[in-house]
Every structure is written in structure tokens, then in C-alpha cells.
């Protein structure tokens, strides 16, 4: 546009053209020219104006992201060191269970082991106060006189759910 609005107002300068109405045709095309130009340059501003804003808010996200990656990253590795912890904690559980284990009678344990696998994992609970810590319920008194009169080497279990219960000094028999 910038040349061809040069090259019209060098053929208006240079008295080329001689019609007067040529004249004014040229004049206005220039005119249209110029302002055609200002419109131009007023969109490439706002588009100018509008990247620059897009740049800035690329660059906040951009920011966000790294900030967010930053505690991603931290917490993966916190239950990295989790997992770590508790795979170790279990295999020392295992050994001390074959440990235990192996001093258990095996009639005893294939029990244990029966009971824990239809009660998700708890086999055993420990007798506190006259109640099952396996189910929370506290016993019948004939129960636990039953208990009470049974042979410490007795396996007894619990009547609602069938776990083994441990005898300890806060049992309340």
C-alpha cells in the first residue's frame, strides 16, 4: 500500500497527468490510500498489543507448570520413600513371622492362617477388657467364664467372629 501511495503521488508531482479529473481521482485514491494504511497500522498495534498479552500469560502458565511439576515431583518422591519404608517394614515382618512361625504348632497355624484369609487378614485378637478386638463385641459372661476356666495352652475363640483370641493380663478374666 506504502508504494503504491508513492508511486501515485509521484505521478500527481511529476504533472504526468494532465485531466483534472484524472487529478481528483488520484487525490482521493491517495487519500483512501492513506487512511486505508492508518487502518492497517491500527490492527497490526491491536494484534501487537494482544501477543504481547498472550506472551505474558503463556509465561504465568508457563511458571504454574513448573510450580506444579515442582510438587508433583516432591510428593512422588515422598511416596517413593513411603513405599521404600513399608517394603522394608514388611519383609522384616515376614522374617519375624517365619521366625514366630516356626515355633507354632502347625494344627495352630494352619487355623491361623484359615482364619485370616475369611477375615481379611486377622486371624488373631487380642482379648481387652472382656471384649474381641477383632470384631468389638464384648463377650457373653458364659463366654468368658468358659475362657476363664479353659487351660492357658486352650485355643479358644471368639463366638461372634470365630477369630482366635490372644489371653493377656487385661483381659478381665
Sequence with gaps: MRQRAARDQQRLDSGAVTSPKDLENLQKEIVSLAKRQGDLEDVVLEVMERRESAQERVAELTERVGSVQGKIDDATARR?????ELDGQAASATKEREVIAGSVPADLLKLYDKLREQQGGIGAAKLYQR?????RQ?????DINDIRSAAPTTVV?????????VRTSESGL
Design 138 to 142: 464384648e463377650l457373653a459372661i458364659t
Design 157 to 165: 475363640r471368639c463366638e461372634n467372629c470365630r477369630r482366635i483370641l
Design 80 to 84: 517413593d520413600a513411603a513405599f521404600e
Design 131 to 135: 471384649t474381641c478386638q477383632g470384631c
